[in-house]
């Protein structure tokens, strides 16, 4: 009977150091695989490349107004739409694009004498913004001024939707050449060997808003010139994220 028993022990042994062996072969494969998949993870370069294309501008995007001072508040509004009726009916004659009302106030006027303010009448303003073809703009903008606007807040120059468009596929296309130029300049300099790409990120390939700039005064009604209004260039700005193995 104490044979068996030695003999049971024996077996339950062997099966316990078999099953403690199995066990460390299989943490040591699962650890041998972490390790592996921690080193993958690491070995990454990240570069972001940047793009720009300038294009010529050939619209100009302009904003007017109508200012009228008076007495009450009643006359100086009734003259104020007068004119703005005359400047809108003048745009839309012309076939200018994206005419748009962009502001209407009527606001109190006061004068200030021995620290006592006193009324003294209302100020109107109506306000227009409109885009149009930058030959034309000169012209127009002296028009307007005929027709009854007396305030030019401003003009931006813009490209052609159609050009813009175009010049974001360029910018694209700069800015993931300067990413690959990039990392191949780190690669190189490291002694080590580019990957595949892991990963791309197109960050954004769009033109910044137009600003609007003061345009000196149009030409006075009766006078020879026209107002100069030159248009330039716009820039269309891009960025990509590259991730390369390695």
Do not use: H, W
Not at 63 to 79: D, I, N, P, S
Not at 137 to 159: N, P, W
Not at 188 to 215: C, D, F, H, T, W
């Amino acid at each position: 009977m104490n044979s068996n028993l030695q003999r049971g022990d024996r077996i339950n042994f062997r099966s316990l150091l078999t099953a403690l062996c199995l066990t460390l072969t299989l943490v040591s494969f699962v650890g041998l695989d972490a390790a592996v998949a921690q080193e993958q993870r690491i070995r990454t370069l990240s570069v972001t490349g940047r793009g720009v294309e300038a294009i010529p501008t050939t619209q100009t995007q302009v904003a007017l107004g109508v200012e009228v001072q008076g007495k009450t508040a009643a006359e100086v509004q009734q003259e104020a739409a007068r004119r703005s009726s005359a400047v809108v009916a003048l745009l839309r004659s012309r076939q200018v694009q994206k005419l748009e009302t962009t502001g209407i106030t009527l606001n109190p006027s006061y004068t200030y004498e021995n620290n006592q303010q006193r009324l003294i009448g209302y100020i109107a303003t109506n306000t227009v913004s409109f885009r149009l073809n930058t030959q034309s703009a000169g012209t127009l903008l002296d028009d307007a001024v005929q027709a009854g606007a007396t305030r030019i807040q401003g003009v931006s120059f813009v490209a052609a939707e159609s050009a813009i468009e175009q010049a974001q596929k360029q910018a694209l296309k700069k800015a993931t050449q300067d990413a690959q130029a990039q990392a191949d300049a780190v690669f190189s300099a490291l002694n080590l060997k580019r990957g595949e790409i892991l990963n791309i990120q197109v960050n954004g390939a769009s033109a910044p808003p137009p600003m609007y700039r003061q345009l000196a005064a149009a030409r006075p009604a009766g006078a020879d010139a026209t107002t100069p209004v030159v248009g330039g260039e716009q820039q269309i700005e891009a960025s990509v994220t590259l991730q390369f193995g390695y």
